[in-house]
C-alpha cells in the first residue's frame, strides 16, 4: 500500500485539544489505523497514512460526522518548502514544474470540473504573497490542472475543490476532501435552549470532550440494538446530554438541583422532539456521591463539574465531593472505559484507580483555568 498524506484544519480557539480529539477520535473509530509522520502548525495537521484509500475514506466520513474541532479534511498532492528571501517567481515556477512532473501523488480523474482556492494561515509574507501574487499563484495552478488533466474550471459547483495553503515556510497544494458541519454543534448554544444558565460550557468544547471518550467497542454512530450508555453525574442543563444524544448515545444525566434537573428535562424534550424521538434518556435527580446505577454498566461518562462557590454541593467542599464521585464513576464503568472529566486546576482531586491517559489545561478566563482528563479505568 502506498502512502497518503492528509491535511485537516483545526478550530484556532483550541489548539492542544484539537490534536487530542483528532487522534483519540480517529482512533476511536478504527484502533488498527497507525499514523506516520505527524505534524501541526499553523492549525494545520499534517501525516501519512499506509492504507487502503477508500478504507480511509470511510472512517473520515465518520469522523466527519463526529468531530466538533476540525474544520476541513483534505488530501495532499505536495508539500513545497520556500524561505524567506526567495522571490515570487522563483516559488511559482517550482510549483509549476512540479505540477506538470508528478504524476503518482495526484489523484485526479480527468475531465472534472474543479475550483481553487486559497487560505492563508499564520504569518504569511506580504512581500512575496502580496494580493497580486496570490492572484497569480491561484490562476496559474489552476491553468496548470486544466492543462494536465483536462479540467473544466466550474466556480459555484465543481466536483473538486483544490486547496492551497499558504503557511510561512511552506505551500501545501491539495484536494479538500470533507467539510464537517460544524454549524448544527454551534447552533445549540445554550443561548438558544428552551432553558439557559450562564455557568453551560460552550458546545463545541462540549462536543469534543464527548469525543475523547469515544471507542470502536462502541461507537455511537449507527444501527445498534443496544445503543452505547452515556453517563454525565453533573448534569446541569443537559449541554454534555444533549451532544451525546446526538450523535447516538443512550444518555443519562445525574442533577441535585431540582430547577436545574426541570431545566434539562425541558432542553432535552426540545431535542427529542427535533429529530432524536428514537433514542433515550434519562435524568436522575440524586446525589452524585452515589449514583443509583449498577456496577460496570456504563460505557462512557463525561462531565463538568461544579467549580465551587455558586453552585450546590450537598453541603461538601469541593475536593470531598469529586473524590466521593470519581469513587462512583469507577465503580459503574465497563473495564477500559473512559471517563472524561473538566477539573479546576487549583482543585485537588484523588483520581481513584483510573489511568490517566491525557491532560490538558485549558484556561477559561483570567481567573479560572482548568484541566482535561482522559481517564481509562
Ligand atoms: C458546571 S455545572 C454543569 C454544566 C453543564 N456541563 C452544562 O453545560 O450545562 C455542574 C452541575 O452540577 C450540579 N451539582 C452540584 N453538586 C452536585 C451533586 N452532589 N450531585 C449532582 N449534581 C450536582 C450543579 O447543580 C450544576 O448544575
Same mark, same amino acid.
Given at each position: 500500500?502506498?502512502?497518503?498524506?492528509?491535511?485537516?484544519?483545526?478550530?484556532?480557539n483550541?489548539?492542544?485539544?484539537s490534536?487530542?480529539? =483528532? %487522534?483519540? #477520535?480517529?482512533?476511536?473509530?478504527?484502533?488498527?489505523?497507525?499514523?506516520? @509522520?505527524?505534524? &501541526? /502548525?499553523?492549525? *494545520?495537521?499534517?501525516?501519512?497514512?499506509?492504507?487502503?484509500?477508500?478504507?480511509?475514506?470511510?472512517?473520515?466520513?465518520?469522523?466527519?460526522r463526529?468531530?466538533?474541532?476540525?474544520?476541513?479534511m483534505?488530501?495532499?498532492?505536495?508539500?513545497?518548502?520556500?524561505?524567506?528571501?526567495?522571490?515570487?517567481?522563483?516559488?511559482?515556477?517550482?510549483?509549476?514544474?512540479?505540477?506538470?512532473?508528478?504524476?503518482?501523488? =495526484? %489523484?485526479i #480523474?480527468?475531465?472534472?470540473?474543479?475550483?481553487?482556492?486559497?487560505?492563508? @494561515?499564520?504569518? &504569511? /509574507?506580504?512581500? *512575496?504573497?502580496?494580493?497580486?501574487?496570490?492572484?497569480?499563484?491561484?490562476?496559474?495552478?489552476?491553468?496548470?490542472?486544466?492543462?494536465?488533466?483536462?479540467?473544466?474550471?466550474?466556480?459555484?459547483?465543481?466536483?473538486?475543490?483544490?486547496?492551497?495553503?499558504?503557511?510561512?515556510?511552506?505551500?501545501?497544494?491539495?484536494?479538500?476532501?470533507?467539510?464537517?458541519?460544524?454549524?448544527?454543534?454551534?447552533?445549540?448554544?445554550?443561548?438558544n435552549?428552551?432553558?439557559?444558565?450562564?455557568?453551560?460550557?460552550?458546545?463545541?468544547?462540549?462536543?469534543?470532550?464527548?469525543?475523547?471518550?469515544?471507542?470502536n467497542?462502541?461507537?455511537?454512530?449507527?444501527?445498534?440494538?443496544?445503543?452505547?450508555?452515556?453517563?454525565?453525574?453533573?448534569?446541569?442543563?443537559?449541554?454534555?446530554?444533549?451532544?451525546?444524544?446526538?450523535?447516538?448515545?443512550?444518555?443519562?444525566?445525574?442533577?441535585?438541583?431540582y430547577?436545574?434537573?426541570?431545566?434539562?428535562?425541558?432542553?432535552?424534550?426540545?431535542?427529542?422532539?427535533?429529530?432524536?424521538?428514537?433514542?433515550?434518556?434519562?435524568?436522575?435527580?440524586?446525589?452524585?456521591?452515589?449514583?443509583?446505577?449498577?456496577?460496570?454498566?456504563?460505557?462512557?461518562?463525561?462531565t463538568?463539574?461544579?467549580?465551587?462557590?455558586?453552585?450546590?454541593?450537598?453541603?461538601?467542599?469541593?475536593?470531598?465531593?469529586?473524590?466521593?464521585?470519581?469513587?462512583?464513576?469507577?465503580?459503574?464503568?465497563?473495564?477500559?472505559?473512559?471517563?472524561?472529566i473538566?477539573?479546576?486546576?487549583?482543585?485537588?482531586?484523588?483520581?481513584?484507580?483510573?489511568?490517566?491517559?491525557?491532560?490538558?489545561h485549558?484556561?477559561?478566563?483570567?481567573?479560572?483555568?482548568?484541566?482535561?482528563?482522559i481517564?481509562?479505568?
Open positions: 500500500l502506498e502512502e497518503i498524506s492528509f491535511y485537516f484544519l483545526f478550530d484556532g483550541f489548539p492542544e485539544l490534536v487530542l480529539e =483528532f %487522534k483519540y #477520535l480517529l482512533q476511536g473509530i478504527d484502533p488498527g489505523i497507525s499514523i506516520n @509522520k505527524l505534524f &501541526v /502548525s499553523n492549525e *494545520i495537521l499534517i501525516f501519512n497514512l499506509n492504507d487502503d484509500y477508500l478504507k480511509l475514506l470511510k472512517n473520515f466520513q465518520k469522523f466527519s463526529l468531530t466538533s474541532l476540525t474544520r476541513e483534505g488530501l495532499i498532492y505536495s508539500i513545497f518548502n520556500y524561505q524567506i528571501e526567495q522571490d515570487f517567481d522563483e516559488i511559482l515556477n517550482y510549483i509549476l514544474n512540479t505540477i506538470k512532473i508528478k504524476y503518482s501523488s =495526484f %489523484k #480523474l480527468s475531465g472534472l470540473s474543479f475550483k481553487v482556492e486559497m487560505e492563508k @494561515k499564520g504569518i &504569511v /509574507s506580504e512581500k *512575496i504573497f502580496n494580493s497580486n501574487n496570490r492572484q497569480i499563484l491561484i490562476f496559474s495552478v489552476a491553468d496548470s490542472l486544466i492543462d494536465k488533466f483536462q479540467l473544466k474550471a466550474d466556480l459555484v459547483n465543481p466536483i473538486i475543490s483544490i486547496k492551497i495553503l499558504l503557511t510561512p515556510q511552506k505551500i501545501i497544494l491539495g484536494q479538500k476532501i470533507l467539510k464537517p458541519n460544524r454549524k448544527t454543534i454551534m447552533n445549540r448554544t445554550p443561548s435552549r428552551s432553558y439557559f444558565h450562564p455557568g453551560s460550557m460552550n458546545p463545541i468544547l462540549i462536543r469534543s470532550m464527548v469525543n475523547l471518550g469515544v471507542k467497542s462502541y461507537l455511537p454512530l449507527g444501527a445498534h440494538d443496544k445503543k452505547p450508555i452515556f453517563l454525565d453525574p453533573f448534569m446541569g442543563g443537559g449541554g454534555m446530554l444533549i451532544e451525546a444524544i446526538s450523535m447516538g448515545y443512550s444518555a443519562i444525566g445525574i442533577e441535585l438541583g430547577w436545574m434537573a426541570r431545566g434539562a428535562r425541558m432542553n432535552l424534550l426540545d431535542l427529542s422532539y427535533s429529530g432524536f424521538e428514537s433514542i433515550s434518556w434519562s435524568i436522575l435527580r440524586n446525589d452524585s456521591s452515589v449514583i443509583p446505577l449498577k456496577s460496570n454498566s456504563v460505557d462512557v461518562i463525561v463538568d463539574p461544579p467549580y465551587g462557590h455558586s453552585t450546590i454541593l450537598g453541603g461538601k467542599n469541593l475536593e470531598d465531593l469529586l473524590n466521593d464521585v470519581l469513587k462512583e464513576c469507577y465503580r459503574v464503568l465497563k473495564n477500559k472505559s473512559r471517563m472524561v473538566s477539573i479546576p486546576s487549583t482543585t485537588k482531586t484523588n483520581l481513584t484507580s483510573f489511568k490517566v491517559l491525557e491532560e490538558v485549558d484556561r477559561v478566563h483570567n481567573s479560572l483555568s482548568r484541566i482535561i482528563y481517564l481509562e479505568k
